[in-house]
């Protein structure tokens, strides 16, 4: 057999990284080469098709279901059957694909893991190819880890036990500047997609599993349908059978929640399921409403629970979506992590998450996430409850569900505020997560909650809104730049007071205070956050 020709990709600007040619082989970039010249055109034009979108709500601070699309509502149609590995999905763990927690998340008891290129990995180019080897190590058995601080040693149980692994890609938006085509950037999604399946894909497929994907910050309909083109090239290529792959598309954005059907209808030969995504929900409902008025104004992140109306009839309406149609229905993350030394935190945190999942176990739901492994026996108990023997509660219809246009924007419906110290924790939760993020860290414990990018997202986007929105907080202050400049300096002090000079100066924490206020008080709207933090990434 001749050697592959060598890949029209470079290289760019990267220091070379151990094993990193078990990655980046001539074949696998080849491969990603091809995906790039066949997708990346559609791809650009569907983010100008979001900017478009995004104006239009500007002008009309409205959304509706599509009237062009009213056959595939009412057809009679449905998606795949789940594949045996994906038909239980009670609890899934979230986490980035460290050595340690590509171990840990396997062997967490949880039926999936949701192996994290996208918000909880911040996309360095070591994060980016080392976690793809973790994955090949993984699935090879070949994976171990000493921690170097305890000396604690981790190891894979036996496969039989181990969890699915739902692999996330980064979202359309995000280059990776380190991988170019005739000089210009290839779509971090793409990256991440195509060295995973190719080196994988076959692999999983000789231990019983397959390809599955978690796809984000999904839009329209129309992007699932450039995912499910790029589902149906990647199979032949390699000469796998078509659908073998199956795909979660998460509902985060407040368009794509009145596309659920036909998303689901795009990728019907290879969709999974839809899930329910709370931070980068709410994120992207201010940054499309941002100009609505009053009414679109959120209160405090911690105040939007999952039983405000408008988050109620978004998760009912997916539930029934997904059963209508054949599909799972994956619930939000329960983000506590748990304390080592209160007991009394855990008790009341755990409460909460017990509840939480008994919530979404009683309404339909199929699954739910946890992001530590000591909340997945919380969650399993939940959905063992109702599930008892049976992998799902797909036969659940939810016919009793109606949700009409207007109940998934109904923000006012809310009755809470925005509040001083509801600031003040989104300017100190933005800067300890930017600042970890700019030195390589995605899912970062602030606060005992587990955080990821969209947290950063939604603490800029709420500062934003409330400064522009003209907002006066309970205790008379109105909520201007110069107010959130006060208290990101007062935070940025505290911050220094209490981990010490020495190691405030080896951080990232004026970049971080800085990069925060930049997102939040500038009058044009960054899209997203990670977009200029990316520019400021080392490695």
């Known amino acids: 057999m001749s050697a592959p020709a060598p890949s029209p990709l470079a290289i760019v600007d990267a220091e070379p990284l151990p094993r990193q040619d078990e990655v980046l ?13 066949r997708f990346t055109p559609r791809r650009d034009e569907l983010l100008a098709r979001r900017a478009e979108r995004r104006a239009e709500i500007a002008r009309t601070s409205h959304l509706d279901f599509l009237p062009e699309t009213a056959q595939i509502r009412e057809g009679d149609w449905k998606v795949a059957p789940a594949p ?45 190819v080392l976690g793809q080897l973790n994955l090949i190590d993984a699935y090879e058995r070949q994976i171990d880890f000493t921690d170097p601080k305890s000396g604690k040693s981790y190891a894979l149980k036996p496969a039989a036990e181990l969890a699915t692994v739902v692999m996330r890609p980064r979202g359309w938006h995000l280059e990776e500047r380190h991988l170019r085509f005739d000089g210009r950037p290839v779509p971090g999604a793409l990256v991440d997609f195509g060295l995973y399946f190719f080196h994988n894909a076959k692999r999983l497929i000789s231990l019983g599993k397959g390809p599955y994907f978690y796809l984000p910050k999904t839009e329209s309909h129309l992007e699932a349908r450039l995912w499910n083109d790029i589902f149906v090239f990647a199979q032949d290529y390699v000469g796998i059978p078509q659908g073998t792959v199956r795909a979660t598309v998460l509902i985060e954005t407040i368009t794509a929640a009145y596309e659920m059907e036909e998303i689901l209808y795009e990728l019907r030969d290879h969709a999974a399921g839809l899930n329910a995504g709370r931070w980068d929900y709410l994120f992207s409902i201010v940054k499309n409403f941002r100009d609505g008025g009053e009414k679109f104004v959120l209160p405090d992140r911690n105040a939007v629970t999952m039983t405000a ?4 009839a978004y998760t009912e309406l997916l539930v029934r979506t997904c059963h209508k149609r054949g599909a799972h229905a994956i619930g939000g993350m329960a983000a506590f992590i748990p304390s080592r030394k209160d007991a009394e935190v855990n008790k009341v945190a755990f409460e909460k998450v017990k ?70 924790n989104a300017v100190q939760v933005g800067i300890r997560y930017i600042e970890a993020w700019l030195r390589g860290l995605g899912a ?24 522009n929105a003209g907002v006066v907080f309970e205790n008379g202050k109105l909520a201007t730049a110069d107010l959130a400049r006060e208290v990101a300096a007062e935070e940025l002090a505290a911050i220094r007071a209490e981990i010490g000079e ?25 899209d997203f956050l990670t977009l200029p933090a990316y520019e400021q990434l080392v490695g």
């Open 355 to 424: 509840a939480d999942k008994d919530r979404e176990a009683g309404d339909g739901f199929d699954g739910s996430w946890v992001a530590h492994p000591d909340l997945v026996p919380i969650a399993m108990a939940s959905f063992d409850a109702v599930l008892g023997d049976k992998p799902n509660q797909k036969d659940r219809l939810r016919e009793d569900v109606a949700v009409a246009p207007g109940d998934l924007i109904a923000i006012d419906s809310l009755d809470a505020k925005p509040t001083y110290d509801g600031l003040r």
């Open 25 to 37: 082989t001539e074949a696998a970039l080849a491969f990603v080469a091809e995906l790039h010249r």
């Open 84 to 128: 045996a590995a994906l038909n239980d999905r009670r609890v899934e763990i979230t986490g980035p694909t460290d050595r340690k927690m590509t171990i840990n998340a396997l062997n967490s008891g949880a039926k999936v893991w949701l192996a994290d290129f996208e918000d909880a990995s911040a996309p360095t180019w070591e994060n980016v």
């Open 309 to 312: 109306p408008f988050m109620r």
């Open 444 to 467: 970062v414990g602030i606060f005992n909650l587990m955080e990821d990018a969209a947290t950063a997202e939604i603490s800029r986007s709420q500062i934003w809104q409330w400064i």
């Open 502 to 526: 020495e190691a405030f100066a080896a951080g990232k924490w004026q970049q971080a205070h800085d990069l925060l206020l930049q997102v939040s008080l500038d009058s044009d709207y960054a």
